[in-house]
């Protein structure tokens, strides 16, 4: 692809007059549109599962968490009949207990390391690190298993589960306060209702030094927040470094806490005192005083019925360019899926709820994010979805510079000619008055390419010249009324 303007070569021809003529208007890059989205089903048939993941770097496979033990691999769209890990002799799914989350190393293509959080036969938490095995990527040593920590748990609630390497190289885990009431959150001497950051590139785990609360008599030095009823689901927001925690509330409410990348830590997130934005013990008068009041949080209540917050991710994928940024949370009750904008101020702005497009999500338990940083949702009923444009769907090869890639359009109809938009400026929203649309491209050119073929779809050669490399693109389709999705992509 060409860098703004220049004109390309090949199969596009630049319209260096269609712009003049089509855009009547500029809006603010802020005001971007949001395209419709779907479910594009995945995978379905597995018991209980609780987490989809891929290991770094890795395009080919997705990874489905069961809660009975077993973690299976999906490679193009077929579950492999072969475990990948195999626990469910070690743990029982039971309520809030069993194999509850799984993490990657980041360096796991050298040295094979994959961490699994689950209860074992008593009930009691245990995180484990595995290796691959050396002559089967497919499967994990089960000879491997080395204890990296564990502590007892008082009931069958509130285990928490996830567990996620941070952009600093340490592993962060989440644990829920044991489901007595909450009293154990801020006990400093207490894993219950705290995350854990600790440094496992050696074993035992080391302390890392700059922990909020290292050489505290009154707090662990494994402690990195505390003050969680249910910590369901965490995630670090892979461009910014960015902590999003959704923690469970009680009777009242769902929170969203934010912690910024490059934070020290030692934040109290103020359960049991307050229950979200409100006060739980004492239920009036609280002091929030040194608490970290929630980014989010809402109530429960309406229809569907909303009563329990799933966690989810920062979307940072390249077929959904106008979803940037956005964070994707789900109610495992309504089966609705949400996103939220965090603004300059650290406010949440422009609240969408995607049931329209998306329809619920029964017994939506997990998001997942694969290594291109594309959004799945999870179901407890045993089906995995991506979250994908609806419509007229536009995709990119990989796109080198010097080498030709391809670019594919889904969705039109035979025989009618589409435009192909491409900036360098990112998305905004630019009004073409003449077609009567708007589309979601800053300051963009236009190439015109061949019909559809007889199946509404069309695959192109995209030229791209040695000097583009390094630069970012967005690219976006109009045919006819229609207006595709906005993929984005750096070209290596």
Same mark, same amino acid.
């Given at each position: 692809? @060409?860098?703004a303007h220049?004109?390309p ?8 007059? /269609?712009?003049c003529l089509l855009?009547?208007s ?5 005001a971007? #549109? ?5 479910l ?7 018991q ?6 891929a290991a770094?770097?890795?395009?080919t496979?997705?990874f489905?968490?069961e809660?009975g $033990?077993l ?6 769209g077929?579950?492999l ?9 070690? !743990?029982?799914?039971f309520?809030?207990?069993?194999l509850?989350g799984?993490a990657?190393?980041p360096?796991?293509?050298?040295? %094979? *390391?994959?961490y699994?959080?689950y !209860?074992n036969l ?5 995180v ?5 095995d &050396?002559?089967d +990527?497919?499967r994990?040593? @089960? ?5 990296v920590? $564990?502590f007892?748990q008082p009931?069958i609630f509130?285990n ?9 190289g340490? /592993? ?6 044991g489901?007595?009431?909450g009293?154990?959150?801020r006990d %400093?001497?207490?894993?219950? %209702?705290k ?5 496992v ?11 909020p ?5 009154a ?8 003050? /969680?009823?249910?910590p369901?689901?965490?995630s670090?927001?892979?461009e910014?470094?960015?902590l ?5 509330g009680e $009777?009242? *409410?769902e ?6 990348a490059g ?5 109290d997130f103020?359960w049991?005192?307050?229950?979200? +934005?409100? =006060? ?5 008068? =609280?002091?929030?005083?040194g ?7 809402y109530?429960h209540?309406g229809s569907?019925?909303? =009563?329990?917050i799933?966690g $989810?991710?920062v979307y940072?994928?390249?077929?959904? &360019?106008t ?5 994707f949370y789900?109610?495992? =009750? ?11 101020q650290g406010q949440?702005?422009d609240?969408?709820d ?9 017994q939506?338990?997990s ?6 940083g ?10 995995i ?5 609806r ?10 510079a010097g ?5 594919r359009?889904?969705?039109? !109809? @035979? ?6 938009g491409?900036? #360098? ?11 009567? /649309? !708007?589309?979601?491209?800053d ?5 015109v390419?061949?019909?559809?073929? &007889?199946?509404g ?7 791209? @010249?040695?000097?583009?490399q390094?630069l970012q693109? *967005? ?10 999705n906005v ?5 290596d």
């Amino acid at each position: 692809m @060409p860098a703004a303007h220049p004109r390309p070569r090949g199969a596009s021809l630049v319209l260096t007059g /269609l712009l003049c003529l089509l855009a009547t208007s500029q809006l603010a890059p802020s005001a971007t #549109a949001q395209r419709a989205l779907e479910l594009e089903p995945v995978a379905m048939g597995f018991q209980s599962p609780l987490q989809v993941l891929a290991a770094p770097d890795d395009p080919t496979r997705l990874f489905v968490v069961e809660q009975g $033990g077993l973690v299976k691999i999906v490679r193009q769209g077929q579950v492999l009949g072969q475990p990948y890990l195999d626990l469910s002799g070690s !743990t029982t799914a039971f309520v809030e207990q069993g194999l509850l989350g799984l993490a990657f190393h980041p360096d796991y293509a050298q040295n %094979g *390391w994959v961490y699994a959080h689950y !209860t074992n036969l008593n009930g009691h938490t245990r995180v484990d690190r595995f290796t691959v095995d &050396a002559n089967d +990527p497919d499967r994990v040593d @089960p000879t491997s298993q080395v204890n990296v920590i $564990g502590f007892d748990q008082p009931t069958i609630f509130h285990n928490g589960g996830t567990l996620a390497f941070g952009p600093d190289g340490y /592993l962060y885990l989440g644990f829920g306060d044991g489901g007595g009431g909450g009293a154990p959150a801020r006990d %400093g001497q207490s894993f219950l %209702g705290k995350v854990l950051r600790l440094d496992v590139s050696q074993q035992p785990y080391q302390i890392p030094p700059s922990n909020p609360f290292v050489g505290s008599s009154a707090v662990r030095d494994e402690i990195w927040a505390m003050g /969680l009823r249910n910590p369901w689901r965490f995630s670090f927001d892979r461009e910014t470094g960015d902590l999003w925690l959704a923690d469970v509330g009680e $009777g009242e *409410w769902e929170e969203i806490d934010f912690v910024a990348a490059g934070s020290p830590g030692g934040d109290d997130f103020g359960w049991n005192t307050m229950e979200g +934005p409100d =006060c739980f013990i004492p239920s009036t008068g =609280c002091n929030p005083a040194g608490l970290t009041l929630p980014f989010d949080s809402y109530q429960h209540g309406g229809s569907p019925y909303l =009563c329990s917050i799933t966690g $989810g991710f920062v979307y940072r994928g390249e077929s959904m &360019a106008t979803m940037h940024g956005r964070y994707f949370y789900g109610d495992y =009750c309504s089966g609705q899926v949400f996103s939220v904008r965090r603004d300059a101020q650290g406010q949440p702005v422009d609240r969408i709820d995607h049931s329209a497009d998306l329809g619920t999500v029964g017994q939506l338990v997990s998001f997942g994010e694969d290594a291109a940083g594309e959004l799945y949702t999870v179901s407890l009923n045993g089906r995995i979805d991506r979250i994908v444009p609806r419509g007229l769907r536009l995709s990119l090869s990989d796109l080198r510079a010097g080498t030709p890639g391809e670019l594919r359009v889904e969705g039109g !109809t @035979p025989g009618k000619v589409c435009y192909v938009g491409y900036s #360098a400026f990112g998305v905004g929203q630019t009004v073409l008055g003449k077609l009567g /649309l !708007t589309i979601d491209l800053d300051r963009p050119s236009f190439a015109v390419q061949r019909p559809m073929n &007889a199946a509404g779809n069309l695959v192109l050669p995209v030229p791209v @010249p040695p000097f583009a490399q390094g630069l970012q693109i *967005w690219v976006q389709v109009v045919h006819e009324a229609k207006v595709s999705n906005v993929v984005t992509q750096q070209i290596d």
